[in-house]
């Protein structure tokens, strides 16, 4: 089957009920999406499908045939993906990092969707796990974006 990652074409010889991760990591080598839970409860697995961010751990790989998949490794080609590991940077967020992936692509699909989302909208988006508890640099940095957007 045809896979589009990162807006590239990739033949792809697996199961259909394989999940997306395994495929991405494994057979493409694209290792920045983590294994997580496996149970799409942590978000470390995040990735965006159409611009909407899906738990890849999950998801068959059958299910995304003519869909556009987008991966960390690509997301500062998407213009508020880079503003988002900017201010990632900026607002020095990242402490282990395993997680960080994830949580760029949700609040990259969240921004993409509501360009200037209110706290609250923010909280119900940014719902990933951290073993770091960095959850409060997690929302001042898209708090800041809101902001940015907002403005």
Avoid: F
């Avoid at 290792?31 to 149970?39: P, Q």
Wanted: proline share 3%; aromatic share 4%; glycine share 8%.
């Amino acid at each position: 089957m045809e896979l589009r990652i990162n807006q590239k074409a990739y033949q792809v010889d697996a199961d259909a009920d394989t999940p997306l991760l395994w495929v991405i990591r494994d057979d493409l080598g694209l290792t920045g999406t983590k294994y997580g839970c496996g149970l799409a409860q942590c978000g470390a697995c995040s990735v965006l499908v159409d611009g909407n961010v899906v738990r890849s751990c999950v998801t068959p790989v059958a299910a995304l045939v003519g869909r556009e998949i987008t991966t960390i490794e690509a997301i500062e080609s998407d213009e508020v993906g880079k503003r988002v590991v900017a201010t990632w940077v900026e607002h020095q967020v990242a402490q282990c990092g395993y997680c960080q992936s994830g949580q760029v692509m949700a609040a990259t699909a969240l921004l993409k969707h509501t360009p200037a989302p209110s706290k609250a909208q923010i909280e119900a988006a940014m719902i990933n796990l951290c073993r770091c508890g960095t959850y409060n640099a997690i929302h001042a940095a898209v708090d800041a974006l809101a902001k940015q957007e907002g403005a």
